[in-house]
């Protein structure tokens, strides 16, 4: 019987490790998308990225999902996750500053380009080249998470 109770001792010690208030907030990340935006003093800015909860990820999710025609069924159709829209819509969601939603910052880059910018994602390809976007692609998955965990746990040994 003492066994058990030192077990469980033990065991609810282990499980408070994952108790809310011993937890890390999870906090916003600093990342300089590109070196063409400058401060006052001529320093590349800092955008901010906060990572996504999974009922956001899960919003996300559900609207990249297209209804497509079974060839050869008519009538049937089955679903097709579009990948590509997922990391579009993954990266501008995370990105919290500059506000991509903002319509004076989506007016300014349209007169530059020369077409109407209405979402998020249009501003950003608007504002980045192709690298600067794949660069910041990557690292607002890595914010919300998709990295691989033992890489870490690995350099952590070492």
Partial sequence: ??????RELRTMTDLELFFAENTEDIAEVEYVASARFKDKKGKPLHWKLKALTPAQNDELKKKCLKRVPVFGNKGQYREEFDQMQYVMLLTANTVSFPDLNNVSLQQSWSKKVGYDIMTPTDL???????????????????VSGYEDINEDADTAKN
């Fill in 124 to 142: 950003l390809n608007a504002m980045l080249t192709a690298g600067e976007y794949d660069l910041l692609t990557a690292k607002c998955q890595e």
């Fill in 1 to 6: 019987m003492g066994y058990l109770k030192e």
